[in-house]
């Protein structure tokens, strides 16, 4: 069983930035496949980005948001810059490890105008 942590959500406003982090228990941190991803109020939960080989983002939030790793620190990360209302959402870490998922408990995200 991996544990999954977020923290780094808040309240920021229109253009603002804010940083997320997630740690995931585990020796082999640096063989998981690390993603983030958000659910807004009344929508799915949507892929935002992932690291594990490759870097990908969303369309969406491509060249606004970077994702990176401390693989020392067992710790992946999400810059979030030039934020968006839209952006608002409960911002998830998700660790896909052997065909296995593993969840954080999400961190919120508010975006003001």
């Known amino acids: 069983q991996v544990q999954v942590v977020e923290s780094g959500g808040g309240l920021v406003q229109a253009g603002g930035s804010l940083r997320l982090s997630c740690t995931a228990s585990?020796?082999?941190?640096?063989?998981?496949?690390m993603r983030w991803y958000r659910q807004a109020p009344g929508k799915e939960r949507e892929f935002v980005a992932r690291s594990g080989g490759f870097v990908s983002y969303a369309g969406s939030v491509k060249g606004r948001f970077t994702i990176s790793r401390d693989n020392a620190k067992n710790a992946v990360y999400l810059q979030m810059n030039t934020l968006k209302v839209e952006d608002t959402a409960i911002y998830f870490c998700n660790v896909r490890h052997y065909g296995n998922d593993y969840w954080g408990q999400g961190t919120q995200v508010t975006v003001s105008s």
């Open positions: 585990g020796p082999t941190f640096s063989s998981y496949e």
